[in-house]
């Protein structure tokens, strides 16, 4: 009896307990847009806002299209855009990126296929989380991708430090055997900002000097 609770108590001593992100701060958060480079983001066609309850911010585009079929040009088969945005938080608070969600449409033909790339990092930082997702034709419908990060693997935003972050995407569609008279794109615009980009904060604060 005292050998099983022994090894019970040995066993709970092991038991590795997540870290819990904080509440959000509720002081007011603001996010300039430093710079914007892309063929898929040119000036003026991607707006950035906050959430209220500040867990968000939202990414939205309103000429981000990539295409191949007979009125396409040769390079709008790849868009990208990079963002370069200063997060301005309330002092004492860090955060990080627990959950991205991008959403769009496609109509691929048979034979095509669509593929969307993103990845984010803090300025200074690697860029190693890039993520990536197909879809073959032929469909025509909306598209949703959701990337997460555990709890523990969240990179935060260094305390004390100055940083932007850093968010690459990228659409690219190849034709493949598809009927090259058929034009098949892929999207992650909206003419009337129903379609964002959503990016979760996970919120820390920041030890005391």
């Known amino acids: 009896m005292i050998s099983t609770l022994a090894a019970a108590a040995l066993a709970l001593s092991t038991i590795v307990i997540p870290p819990v992100a904080d509440p959000p701060p509720t002081g007011q958060i603001t996010i300039d847009v430093v710079t914007v480079n892309g063929s898929g983001c040119r000036i003026g066609t991607a707006a950035v806002a906050v959430s209220p309850d500040n867990k968000a911010f939202t990414v939205t585009y309103s000429d981000y299209m990539a295409q191949v079929g007979p009125e396409a040009r040769p ?3 790849r868009k990208n855009c990079q963002l ?8 004492g608070f860090t955060y990080g990126i627990a959950q991205a969600d991008y959403r769009g449409f496609a109509h691929l033909e048979r034979g095509a296929k669509g ?21 073959n034709g032929a469909m025509s419908d909306d598209w949703q991708v959701t990337h997460k990060t555990d709890v523990a693997s969240i990179v935060y935003h260094p305390c004390g430090a100055k940083r932007n972050f850093n968010i690459n995407t990228e659409l690219r569609v190849d034709k493949g055997s598809s009927d090259p008279k058929k034009t098949s794109f892929m999207a992650m615009d909206s003419t009337d900002g129903s379609i964002e980009t959503v990016y979760h904060f996970a919120w820390k604060k920041c030890p005391k000097p």
């Open 75 to 77: 390079t709008d088969f």
């Open 115 to 135: 593929t969307q790339k993103a990845s984010y990092y803090f300025q200074g930082m690697s860029d190693n989380d890039q993520r990536s997702k197909t879809w």
């Open 84 to 91: 370069n945005l200063r997060v301005n938080v309330p002092g």
